[in-house]
């Protein structure tokens, strides 16, 4: 078994593969708490989620990334100019601040000069996306995008002219990387990792990542490879079930081995954009009373080491989330990871399984077999 890691190991270094640092900071939640303005703010700016995974509501809520505290680093032009993305697998666009943006949360984030890269190719394309709060709008342009050493040269991207100010000012991410489908990507452009596949820049036509717990370091998205480091427990295959975001199906949720959600089965999106699980209005307050958590989600800290895992059963198999990756901790106070979600479709249920579920698994992208791998780690 050591044997046939090491060889593993041996081939994952000298692939086609890349593998891009997260680092983890604080959230665009802790950082208006610090400022005294997320009371106010959540007041003006109220949201549903499921708006971003439904284009005929025509609205991305903005709030989607207020949770994020993963972020990574690419490059776009010639010579290359930095940016810190959120590697998302809940939408499929690349934009960036650009110089011809003058709102204020341009002006303290990077913002891309197509004037200092030699390879920029301008277009007279308009790039519009809605947000709860406001809209984003650009224009669209060819460049080349450096992923940790993977050059996607003549990559379309969006360069922000408008951004809702109240919201970016405050972020810790200049933009945003889509890792979702095509058929999603507003103004028909084509995701970078499509690109990669296209170009044959990785080995394999997947992508993996893996989120760490706490504050340990060694966060990841692996372009082109699976890292059996991290497979040791095996991985369960899941089909797609819609190839716009990373849908499944789910069969049920239980606590304590009882269902209490879903029993009907449901639709699921597997989300690195999304830091905490999101679950249907009904199911969230049935969760609510079951693990005895306020209305607004807040749980006694000595309660923790007596709550159940929630246990979802995806394609025969269950995947337990334990209290300790549910229950979120912050200057001494404890919440549940889960908010509610209004789904306006006729496909019913819908979970967003974000990064609370995430950092319990080892997750595989696979856009050669339309699957999602899940590995349970230690």
Request: aromatic share 12%.
């Amino acid at each position: 078994m050591k044997l046939l890691l090491l060889l593993a190991l041996v081939g994952l270094a000298q692939g086609l593969v890349t593998r891009v640092p997260l680092r983890k900071m604080k959230s665009l939640r802790q950082r208006l708490r610090e400022q005294g303005l997320l009371e106010s703010y959540l007041e003006q700016h109220p949201y549903n989620l499921a708006a971003k995974y439904f284009p005929g509501i025509a609205v991305e809520p903005l709030e989607n990334y207020m949770d994020d505290e993963y972020f990574g680093t690419i490059s776009i032009g010639t010579p290359p100019q930095e940016f810190t993305v959120v590697f998302d697998t809940g939408s499929s666009n690349l934009w960036v601040p650009s110089v011809f943006c003058s709102s204020p949360a341009c002006r303290n984030h990077n913002r891309f000069n197509p004037a200092e890269s030699s390879t920029f190719l301008s277009t007279n394309d308009t790039l519009f996306i809605a947000y709860g709060t406001g809209s984003m709008t650009g224009v669209l342009g060819y460049d080349t995008v450096d992923v940790a050493g993977i050059n996607v040269r003549n990559q379309i991207f969006g360069l922000a002219e408008t951004e809702p100010g109240d919201f970016f000012y405050y972020t810790p991410f200049d933009g945003i990387l889509g890792l979702a489908f095509p058929s999603i990507a507003s103004s028909g452009a084509t995701p970078v990792f499509d690109n990669m596949m296209m170009e044959n820049l990785v080995d394999r036509n997947l992508f993996s990542v893996y989120l760490s717990r706490d504050d340990k370091g060694g966060s990841f998205v692996l372009f082109g490879a699976i890292d059996p480091y991290y497979t040791t427990r095996g991985i369960s295959w899941i089909p797609l079930s819609a190839e716009t975001y990373w849908q499944i199906s789910m069969e049920s949720v239980s606590v304590g081995g009882t269902p209490v959600a879903c029993s009907s089965g449901c639709q699921a999106i597997v989300d690195t954009g999304t830091t905490l699980l999101a679950v249907p209005i009904r199911a969230f307050r049935t969760l609510m009373r079951r693990l005895g958590a306020s209305s607004s989600g807040e749980i006694s800290c000595d309660a923790i080491r007596k709550l159940p895992s929630l246990i979802f059963r995806i394609n025969g198999k269950e995947f337990p989330v334990p209290p300790r990756a549910y229950v979120l901790r912050s200057n001494g106070y404890c919440s549940l990871g889960l908010q509610g979600m209004d789904v306006p479709t006729e496909e019913g249920e819908l979970w967003i399984l974000g990064d609370v579920f995430i950092r319990e698994y080892y997750v595989i992208f696979d856009r050669a077999n339309n699957k999602v791998g899940l590995s349970r780690l230690p």
